[in-house]
């Protein structure tokens, strides 16, 4: 059998030299094609992931405490694959509302190739407003003054004199004061057990809001807060191991027939503080 020699190697046939060459690789003769044995086009380049965070939504309100699950959803770009898509919480989980002022909420998409991307959006939460006081009575109009005599009328003449001014007539009595309608006390607490007294009238019947912030420094020794009607307890609040200040919040209603109307917050081991305590008590009716 006889040989031949190309590009340096010994072939025995056309159809050896045919399994040599790469299928990739073809003779082109097309004068709009590249000169000799092409490769194929490169491949197109993976694209970076997206993410659609819908809840919250930028600038968005919500009222302290009010339940709101977080929405968002994060995309593969073309050509990639997603590894994973995280936010501040799960997907589905409620988001912070416990804390007053500004929040921010950040989700962010991973591809398996370490291209990520992430969005965040800014959000607000705001305290819940108090009811308002009523209105105190009005007092009696007061009795309207005499009118004065009419002064002489002056001589007939080049000028005529001007008649003297009556006087003033008296002021009317005042009417009487409108009854006080509300109570508070302010107090700003520190470390350990706490008080804040408020003395108001027995024989009423009132609406009391109680506000402080606490800290604890312990799992197993939270602060108790509770506010009193005398000896009645109308709201008790555990607060668990924070860390950091947390507002508390507690109201009541109900008749004072003795005593005095009292937020009280207990520390069990002395290392926790309540600051910032504060207490209203609105005047709802006299009690029968």
Not at 80 to 95: D, H
Not at 99 to 112: D, H, I, K, N, Y
Request: net charge negative.
């Amino acid at each position: 059998m006889s040989r031949t020699k190309w590009l340096g190697l010994a072939i025995t046939s056309v159809a050896a030299l045919s399994v040599m060459i790469p299928a990739s690789a073809v003779a082109s003769t097309s004068a709009d094609s590249c000169t000799g044995y092409c490769q194929g086009p490169p491949p197109t380049p993976a694209q970076p992931p997206t993410v659609v965070l819908t809840t919250p939504s930028e600038g968005a309100s919500y009222v302290q405490g009010s339940e709101v699950a977080a929405s968002y959803t994060c995309t593969a770009g073309s050509g990639a694959t997603l590894g994973s898509c995280s936010g501040t919480v799960a997907n589905g989980a409620l988001i912070n509302t416990a804390s007053l002022g500004g929040q921010t909420f950040t989700v962010t998409a991973r591809e398996t190739d370490g291209q990520e991307a992430s969005l965040t959006h800014n959000y607000t939460v705001t305290g819940v407003p108090g009811p308002a006081g009523p209105t105190g009575e009005t007092g009696p109009q007061g009795v309207t003054g005499a009118v004065g005599p009419t002064g002489p009328t002056g001589n007939t003449g080049g000028a005529g004199v001007t008649g003297a001014t009556g006087p003033i007539g008296p002021t009317g009595p005042t009417g009487p004061a409108g009854t006080q309608h509300a109570y508070s006390a302010t107090g700003n607490g520190g470390k350990g057990s706490q008080t804040l007294t408020l003395t108001a009238p027995a024989a009423q019947s009132y609406v009391a809001f109680a506000n402080a912030e606490g800290v604890t420094w312990s799992l197993a020794h939270p602060i108790v807060c509770s506010l009193s009607f005398g000896s009645v307890i109308k709201q008790s609040i555990s607060l668990p191991w924070n860390f950091a200040p947390t507002q508390i919040s507690l109201q009541g209603a109900g008749p004072l027939t003795s005593g005095t109307i009292q937020l009280g917050c207990s520390s069990s081991d002395g290392m926790d503080s309540v600051s910032n305590l504060s207490l209203i008590a609105y005047v709802v009716s006299g009690v029968n």
